[in-house]
């Protein structure tokens, strides 16, 4: 097993709530999560026809077959039962525990804040992280991670790209998309995917969209959403303050794992991302991810944007850190170059709470030229986690 970083956050908020609820995309490894860091735990896993249809017809019987501690997996499967979890968590012993795991926000969503607000802590897991493989000594180039992808069950057992993603998409559309909608144009719904996955990192039109998958934008909206909520698809807000009120306010788009991104787009090889017209796009996406993930790893908020205004300057992700603003430009080229900085050094002269300034691209060379901040992608983690220097009044 990839040990993996929110490890030490779970175990931390274990301590401080009655349940612990953690969400992501299937496959991101939740219950390996769980099970690692509370082996002595009853587990439960309500995919189990059996145990989900006892769960909704007796609560108490269900509690007496798994009482606390326990971990519930896909405990959106019941939401019902989160009404019987607020009753025992108020009155359990000190190492009593509720685990829940879950991989679709809006049922889980609505329970929590209906009967566990205040007794649940909320950790979002996400597939492997650059940092997570380096860490378990895997490494690999810009072309392979984008191709592989980071799903745990890649690397824990070496199945070949299009092998997982073909599984993972199957199974999606046909278990978890008919669960939240009633999807009654599936071929119009996976041509819709399929169009995302060619846009990632841009902002997207539903309206021009409309027309090429045969459906209204209003229908493309709820599509969309239904991504984003089941954890396909991560939308990228767009920064907001007074810059003369010039923004661009429409969120990007990206795929939460790359490599089912590059599975759509029918990349079969490595040699096949590096001449994709889309490469760049596609490392855009790895690295908002990366960016992501080392946020939420460490159970903070994503607190991420992008900016562009409507004369086209745009900068591709920004952390807001401490109220202090992190710019960073997103290049696949594997060759420094300080034109790379020249949106970088326009935002800093709009915005005066800017600090670090940065390129992440796909070359070896980490330097600071410039006041510009050169860095490799594998160290995005790293980046995000650097302190905030004192600003200079």
Known sequence: MIERTIKQELLRLSGFFPAVTILGPRQSGKTTLAR????????????DQADRQLALDDPKAFFKLY???????EVQRVPQLLNAVQLLADDLKQNELFILTGSHQPELHAGITQS??????????????????????????RDEYILNGFLPRLHD????????????????VERDVRQLINLSNQHAFEVFVKLLAGRVGQIVSLNSMAGDVGVSSTTLNSWLSVLEASYIVFRLPCYFENFGKRQIKSSKVYFTEVGLAA??????????????????????????????KARCNRGKEPELYYFRDKRGMEVDLILNK?????????????????????????????????????????????????????VNFRNTAALLDSPVPKKVE
């Open 157 to 172: 057992r070496n199945i070949p790209p299009d092998v997982i993603y073909r599984s993972y998409y199957n199974t999606y």
């Open 322 to 374: 401490g109220r202090r603003l992190l710019p960073i430009e997103i290049k696949s080229a594997m060759t420094y170059d300080l034109a790379f900085a020249k949106n970088l050094r326009q935002f800093s002269g709009i915005s005066g709470n800017v600090f670090s300034p940065s390129v992440i691209y796909a070359g070896d060379m980490e330097a600071t030229v410039q006041e510009i901040t050169f």
């Open 116 to 141: 566990l607000a205040g007794r649940t802590a909320i950790l979002k897991l996400l597939p492997l992280s650059i940092e997570e493989l380096t860490r378990a000594g895997i490494t690999q180039e």
């Open 263 to 292: 599975y759509l787009l029918g990349i079969e090889n490595s040699a096949q991302v590096a001449r994709d017209p889309l490469l760049g796009g596609l490392f855009e996406n790895m690295v908002v991810m990366e960016a992501l």
């Open 67 to 73: 009482p606390p501690p326990v971990i519930i997996d």
């Open 36 to 47: 690692n860091c509370f082996p002595g735990h009853n587990y439960v896993n309500l995919d």
